[in-house]
C-alpha cells in the first residue's frame, strides 16, 4: 500500500491544474463487496437503462419536464440521449442492490476514476477514456463548457488534456466565451460542432439557454439526459432493484406523513444531494410540515433504504485513516444515440452521514472489477 504523499504524487496528473493540491479523500483499497458480483450487477444495470431509455423515447415526456417546472428546456429536447450516466446504488441489510437516484446530466470527475483506479490497482487502467472518447467525432470542434464559478476545474481540463491528446480539436470555457452568428456558435473565431457539457440544468442562465436554442450544435450531455435522471422517472422502471418510487401528492400526503420512518422524500429534478428528507431522521412533527410543504411541488417519495456502513482504510488528512462509513455504489454507462455503447469502472461513494453526496463532504472508493 502506498503512503499518503506516494499516492497523491503518483496521482498528480490527474489534476492538470492543482497537481493535487485539492485532496479529495479516497480509500486505500480496491473494495470487495459480499452479495455483489460486479459483472452481473453491471449487466442487470445495462439492461434497465436500456428499458428507461426505450421507455422515455416512446413518451411525451415534455410532460415530465413541465411536473418538474422545467419548461425553460423544451425548446432544447431533441428526443436524442447521449452522454453519461451513473447509477447510484445502496444495499439492503441482506446485500440486496437498490438503485435509489440516476445521474445523467455531469457526473463528476469522469476521467479522473482511471487515473485513481490505475494507482490503487497499480497498473494502468483505461476504461472510463476508451468509452467516453466515443461519444466523440474526429471531424468536429469540440468545446467543454463548465460554470464560471466552479471551484474545482481539474476534472474539465483533464477531459480537455485528454481529448486533445487523442487528436480532437478542442476548446474549453464558460458560456461567456461563446458567440452567436445565425445559427453557429464560435469560440475564438472557430465553429463549434459540438459542446461537452459540463453543467447542471439549474446553473444555466436563461439567456443562454435561449441562445442555445435552435442552432446547429451536438450536445453531450444532451438536455434529454436531464429527464432521464428525473427521480420521477425511476416509476418507469419495473424491477427488483428501483424501490417504491411516487410522486408526492394530497392523494398520499396522509400515507407518507403516518409511515414517516419508511421514507425519503427528495425533488425530482434534484442536484448534489439538495433538499433530501428522511423520515427516519426527522422529528414527527416538522416530518408532517416538510410533507405538507412539499406536496404537489415535483417532489417525489421514496422507500427508504438505509445506507449501509463498511470499514474503510482512507487517504485523508496527511494519512491513512480506519473509518467506518456509509456508502453507496455507483457504476458508470455510457449512452450515445439512445444506444448503450458501453461501461466505466465502479465508483463508491462514502460519508460520515447517511445522504451520501461528495459535494458536501465524504469520499470515493472504486469496487474491484
Same mark, same amino acid.
Given at each position: ?58 413518451? =411525451?415526456?415534455?410532460?415530465? !419536464?413541465?411536473?418538474? /417546472?422545467? &419548461?425553460?428546456?423544451?425548446? *432544447? $429536447?431533441?428526443? @436524442?440521449? +447521449? ?10 441489510? =441482506?446485500?440486496?442492490?437498490? !438503485?435509489?437516484?440516476? /445521474?445523467? &446530466?455531469?457526473?463528476?470527475? *469522469? $476521467?479522473?476514476? @482511471?487515473? +485513481? ?253
Amino acid at each position: 500500500m502506498l503512503t499518503y504523499e506516494e499516492f497523491w504524487q503518483q496521482l498528480k496528473d490527474a489534476y492538470p491544474l492543482t497537481k493535487g493540491k485539492i485532496r479529495l479523500p479516497i480509500s486505500s483499497q480496491l473494495t470487495v463487496l459480499e452479495g455483489i458480483e460486479p459483472k452481473k450487477l453491471i449487466g442487470d444495470l445495462k439492461i434497465i437503462l436500456e428499458k428507461l431509455i426505450k421507455k422515455l423515447s416512446c413518451l =411525451d415526456y415534455r410532460s415530465l !419536464i413541465t411536473a418538474n /417546472n422545467e &419548461e425553460r428546456i423544451l425548446p *432544447l $429536447l431533441v428526443k @436524442d440521449f +447521449t452522454g453519461i450516466v451513473r447509477f447510484d446504488c445502496v444495499m439492503t441489510p =441482506d446485500n440486496k442492490v437498490k !438503485i435509489v437516484e440516476i /445521474n445523467s &446530466e455531469y457526473p463528476d470527475g *469522469l $476521467l479522473m476514476h @482511471d487515473y +485513481t483506479y490505475s494507482t490503487l490497482l497499480g497498473k494502468k487502467i483505461t476504461k472510463n477514456l476508451d468509452v467516453f472518447l466515443k461519444l466523440f467525432d474526429k471531424n468536429e470542434t469540440i468545446f467543454i463548457m463548465f460554470q464560471k464559478e466552479a471551484v474545482f476545474k481539474d476534472a474539465y481540463y483533464l477531459e480537455y488534456k485528454l481529448l486533445q491528446k487523442a487528436g480532437f480539436r478542442c476548446f474549453i470555457g464558460n458560456p461567456e466565451d461563446l458567440s452567436f452568428k445565425g445559427e453557429f456558435i464560435y469560440c475564438k473565431g472557430h465553429k463549434i460542432e459540438c459542446i461537452r457539457r459540463c453543467m447542471e440544468t439549474p446553473k444555466f442562465h436563461q439567456g443562454f439557454l435561449d441562445r442555445l436554442a435552435g442552432k446547429k450544435i451536438r450536445l453531450v450531455n444532451t438536455f434529454d439526459m436531464r429527464v432521464l435522471g428525473y427521480k420521477s422517472s425511476l416509476q418507469f422502471i419495473k424491477s427488483t432493484y428501483v424501490p417504491r418510487t411516487f410522486w408526492l401528492t394530497s392523494a398520499n400526503c396522509n400515507e407518507v406523513i403516518d409511515n414517516k420512518n419508511r421514507f425519503v422524500i427528495k425533488p425530482s429534478n434534484m442536484y448534489e444531494g439538495k433538499g433530501v428528507f428522511l423520515g427516519c431522521d426527522t422529528d414527527k412533527t416538522d416530518w408532517e410540515r416538510t410533507v405538507v410543504s412539499c406536496v404537489n411541488k415535483n417532489y417525489i417519495v421514496q422507500d427508504l433504504i438505509p445506507a449501509k456502513e463498511i470499514n474503510v482504510k482512507i487517504y485523508r488528512d496527511q494519512t491513512i485513516s480506519n473509518e467506518r462509513l456509509f456508502f453507496d455504489v455507483c457504476p458508470h454507462f455510457f449512452v450515445k444515440n439512445g444506444r448503450v455503447i458501453g461501461n466505466g469502472l465502479v465508483l463508491m461513494r462514502f460519508s460520515r452521514k447517511k445522504i451520501l453526496n461528495v459535494a458536501q463532504g465524504g469520499g470515493i472508493g472504486y469496487l474491484k472489477y
